[in-house]
Antibody, heavy 121, light 108 residues
Framework: QVQLQESGPGLVKPSETLSLICTVS????????WNWIRQPAGKGLEWIAN????????WYNPALKSRVTISSDTSKNQISLRLTSVTAADTAVYYC??????????????WGQGILVTVSS | EIVLTQSPGTLSLSPGERATLSCRAS???????FAWYQQKPAQAPRLLIY???NRATGIPDRFSGSGSGTDFTLTISRLEPEDFAVYYC?????????FGQGTNLEIK
């Protein structure tokens, strides 16, 4: 059974860069699309970006594209997210989630527990 | 970007009742790429329905999904106490995914 675990700093200063890692176990990250999704407290879900094809493919939310970099490390089975120039509006729980490739895709069947990132000085 | 609008924002029902949640898309969505999720407090969302009407692994058959084009529905036939939560719809088109704003299903 696949497991996803987010890790990284829980506090980031305004204007700095948020960096998170998702460690995947029970599946190869080369097999599917791996996504970052965030959720501000009390609000809805926002898809950020995904990576697939062993890092050769990437899709980004146009609203965040200028500040986001997503990458993968197949040797560690990890997905990384970098979000630059953060503000308080980037405070949220960040989730890593899997979109299974195959006949049925386009949805997120497995999620990490999420990591709260607060942007504050 | 396809915007998903869920209604109602809050739905107050009692256990045993039937729940009908709606999601309307600003443009037509391929029904293969439409899903529903359940989220409880302090938990990650859980996939309920994918491909408009397919239940995810382990999801009880009281949950069902339907719809096409711009109008989709999640139905819970008889509410159990554990069903009270927030529900989100989600679509995938092109290189983008979007979610609805959520429906809060609360105990009446």
């Amino acid at each position: 059974q696949v497991q996803l675990q987010e890790s990284g700093p829980g506090l980031v200063k305004p204007s700095e860069t948020l960096s998170l890692i998702c460690t995947v176990s029970g599946d190869s990250i080369g097999s599917h699309r791996w996504n970052w999704i965030r959720q501000p407290a009390g609000k809805g879900l926002e898809w950020i970006a995904n990576v697939f094809d062993y890092g050769g493919g990437r899709w980004y939310n146009p609203a965040l594209k200028s500040r986001v970099t997503i990458s993968s490390d197949t040797s560690k089975n990890q997905i990384s997210l970098r979000l630059t120039s953060v503000t308080a509006a980037d405070t949220a729980v960040y989730y890593c989630a899997r979109d299974v490739r195959g006949d049925n895709y386009g949805h997120f069947d497995s999620w990490g527990q999420g990591i709260l990132v607060t942007v504050s000085s | 970007e396809i915007v998903l609008t869920q209604s109602p924002g809050t739905l107050s029902l009692s256990p045993g009742e039937r729940a009908t949640l709606s999601c309307r898309a600003s443009q037509s969505v391929n029904s293969r790429f439409f899903a529903w999720y359940q989220q409880k407090p302090a938990q990650a969302p859980r996939l309920l329905i994918y491909g408009t009407s397919n239940r995810a692994t382990g999801i009880p058959d009281r949950f069902s999904g339907s719809g096409s084009g711009t109008d989709f529905t999640l139905t819970i036939s008889r509410l159990e106490p554990e069903d009270f939560a927030v529900y989100y719809c989600q679509q995938h088109t092109g290189t983008m995914y979007t979610f609805g704003q959520g429906t809060n299903l609360e105990i009446k």
